[in-house]
């Protein structure tokens, strides 16, 4: 019985710290991404894209020239 208690604090504690960080976030405003950091994800985006078309269609040339995108 000993046990069973444990996990069911355990899986309490978890709940409670898990709904405490929801509160955080309003759902109103979606969380604000800095310009760079888009500018850096768009980038990343492309990088993928074209290492990614490269592997499915053994274009090595387009896989370096994606590798060399993100670097």
Known sequence: MKVRAKWILGISAVM???????LA????????IDDGIRAFMRTKLDAS??????L????FHLIS???EIGM
């Open 16 to 22: 409670a710290l898990d709904s405490g960080a929801w």
């Open 25 to 32: 976030y309003p759902a109103d405003e979606p969380p604000r």
């Open 49 to 54: 894209s074209k290492i990614l078309e490269g």
């Open 56 to 59: 499915a269609t053994e274009d």
């Open 65 to 67: 020239d994606g590798a």
